[in-house]
Nanobody
Framework: QVQLVESGGGLVQTGGSLRLSCAAS????????MAWFRQAPRKEREFVAA????????DYLESAKGRFTISRDNPKNMVYLQMNGLEPEDTAIYYC?????????????????WGQGTQVTVSS
């Protein structure tokens, strides 16, 4: 089992940057594949980025490519999402998720564990 706690959200202006962190506790963090999702008001939770257990593979929402970077530090049990060039459309609560194996990494239902989320607000 793993517990996840996100942090690093806040209010930024258009074009600004934020670095989100997800701290994991529990056993064998390095065996988990990790992802970031987000949920805007009145919208469904959507995939943003995912990373394999060893950094060898990453995947991004099309609109996040070139602006966001997902990374992980297994010895520290941490996952990060560096977000640059933020836009008002990026405003949402951002969640990290963990799963040992995925078949469709972009689906919310694939993930076993979730954090409580961190709010990101981008002003125009």
């Amino acid at each position: 089992q793993v517990q996840l706690v996100e942090s690093g959200g806040g209010l930024v202006q258009t074009g600004g940057s934020l670095r989100l962190s997800c701290a994991a506790s529990g056993q064998s963090f390095s065996q988990y594949k990790m992802a970031w999702f987000r949920q805007a008001p009145r919208k469904e939770r959507e995939f943003v980025a995912a990373i394999s257990w060893n950094d060898a593979f990453t995947d991004y929402l099309e609109s996040a490519k070139g602006r966001f970077t997902i990374s992980r530090d297994n010895p520290k049990n941490m996952v990060y999402l560096q977000m640059n060039g933020l836009e008002p459309e990026d405003t949402a609560i951002y969640y990290c998720g963990a799963v040992t194996n995925w078949s469709d990494r972009r689906k919310v239902t694939e993930y076993t564990y979730w954090g409580q989320g961190t709010q990101v607000t981008v002003s125009s």
